[in-house]
């Protein structure tokens, strides 16, 4: 499957109605918000004195919005916001200095937002968009950015939703499987890659003493929903939806009103990995995923066979053959590294 691209389009989430917008600029705000009395400005004539200026103001930028799209009367510490606006910023002939804040207040909302609803597809079309979006601004106050890429936006969602399951229930453990997927897809799509392992590198190599590295950008997954196969269904009902599938105007109807069904319930162990620039998902055999698993801890050859083998009901001589297949599969797919 392609990568996941960051390319951004027109905001989603707290979208504001038509017009609300350009209303934001209109003289006749100030009334939202009174000019406070007077407030002494913060001043900037030190390296200390910039850094408070940017964190009062970063308060006020990602203070949670009101369910009208409007910035709240008192930011998360219980300050008022208009007070704390007049101290980093100043009024015009047209806006109070919260109004002008307000301005980044909302940009800042209806980006991280619009990002984390492209990121997580999965997790829309399990939830529906209102459940999603309660969700994403729940995970965004409780973990608010702190990365200066959007990149790295989702990596404590399925923290999150193990850690308050109310937002995601009664799915939350397919919620938490498809978020560890998602993510796992942006790490792989700009993870490290080092110099392959190759053939010439196992001459002469004492399996026990062996020690094989697996490249950086490889995700394993032991997960409890096959969610490899419902991402692959969502995309390609995106696509149909889009057109590129089809241009029948019955076909995007009907395909439009239909939903994917929920997965059930069913141990899957999965590697995502790219090759060739693109992404692709990998299921393993639970004694193979063992094995990997064992080699990037650290362990040598000998171990991590044994850590995986002994888990199957065959007896360990039958599973020479399969062991040949995983490994020469995955010499050739270039997940070895060297160390």
């Not at 905001?11 to 350009?22: I, K, L, Q, Y």
């Amino acid at each position: 499957m392609s990568a996941p691209t960051k390319v951004r389009t027109a905001p989603v989430g707290r979208v504001s109605p038509p017009g609300e917008a350009n209303a934001i600029l209109s003289p006749t705000r100030g009334a939202a918000f009174p000019r406070p009395r007077s407030v002494r400005p913060l001043s900037v004539r030190s390296r200390a004195e910039l850094r408070a200026l940017q964190r009062a103001t970063l308060a006020i930028t990602m203070n949670p919005l009101t369910r009208a799209h409007r910035t709240a009367r008192t930011l998360s510490d219980g300050t008022p916001a208009r007070a704390a606006a007049a101290r980093v910023a100043k009024a015009n002939d047209r806006l109070t200095a919260l109004e002008r804040l307000e301005i980044y207040n909302r940009m800042y909302w209806f980006r991280v937002l619009d990002s984390l609803h492209e990121d997580c597809p999965g997790l829309r079309a399990a939830l529906g968009e209102r459940r999603f979006l309660r969700l994403a601004e729940a995970f965004l106050e409780k973990y608010p950015s702190e990365y200066w890429t959007l990149r790295d936006l989702p990596q404590r969602l399925a923290r999150f939703i193990r850690e308050e399951p109310r937002w995601t229930a009664p799915h939350t453990a397919l919620c938490e499987d498809i978020a560890r997927f998602e993510w796992a897809q942006v790490e792989v799509y700009d993870g490290a890659a080092r110099p392959v392992f190759t053939v010439d590198d196992l001459l002469g190599a004492d399996p026990a003493k062996l020690r094989l590295a697996l490249q950086p950008y490889l995700q394993l997954l032991d997960l409890r929903y096959p969610v490899d196969d419902y991402l692959i269904a969502i995309r390609k009902r995106e696509a149909l939806l889009r057109g590129d599938a089809s241009n029948a105007p019955t076909v995007l109807r009907r395909h439009r009103d239909s939903k994917v069904p929920r997965p059930r319930r069913a141990p899957c162990w999965i590697a995502v990995h790219r090759h060739d620039g693109k992404i692709y998902f990998k299921r393993l055999d639970p004694a193979a995923f063992q094995v990997l698993a064992a080699l990037r801890a650290g362990r040598t050859l000998e171990r991590a066979l044994a850590a995986g083998i002994p888990r199957a009901r065959k007896p360990r001589e039958d599973w020479a053959a399969p062991v040949q297949g995983w490994f020469r599969s995955w010499m050739e797919l270039g997940w070895f590294c060297r160390r």
